[in-house]
């Protein structure tokens, strides 16, 4: 069964605060440190895990999200 996550970064500063959702926590996370896409993680230096909750489908984790 594939897990879907809701997570949120923050910066060294904690000025900032990113919510995102995907079905590879520790991949993505990866991605966050290592700056590999341009966008606001990148520009604001997000890259500090501050908490996550796990999900059993895409559409629940989506509905969190966006609360």
Same mark, same amino acid.
């Given at each position: 069964m594939t897990k879907y996550?809701?997570?949120m970064l923050t910066n060294k500063n904690r000025s900032v605060l990113y919510t995102c959702a995907t079905d590879s926590?520790?991949?993505r996370l990866s991605q966050h440190k290592d700056k590999v896409f341009d966008g606001f993680t990148k520009k604001y230096n997000c890259d500090r895990l501050v908490y996550f909750e796990i999900f059993g489908n895409a559409e /629940? /984790?989506?509905v969190r999200e966006k609360q």
């Open positions: 996550f809701v997570y926590l520790e991949s /629940a /984790a989506s």
